[in-house]
């Protein structure tokens, strides 16, 4: 099942649609296998548990 083309595909869509990833190559190619994704909110999660640690 992880390896499902049409799962990945459709959780790499939500994940662009959320803005959660970015993907400035598919602006100019087609997605395909080497298509590179770039964690937009990795900064704001670890800002944010380090916030949600020091509240408890």
């Keep these: ?7 990945v595909r459709a959780s790499l869509f939500n994940l662009l649609r959320e803005g959660r990833v970015s993907a400035p190559e598919l602006h100019t190619q087609f ?22 640690s020091q509240s408890m």
């Design 31 to 52: 997605l395909s296998l080497r298509t590179k994704f770039v964690v937009v909110e990795a900064i704001s999660c670890v800002a944010a548990m380090r916030g949600y």
């Design 1 to 7: 099942m992880a390896g499902d083309p049409v799962l």
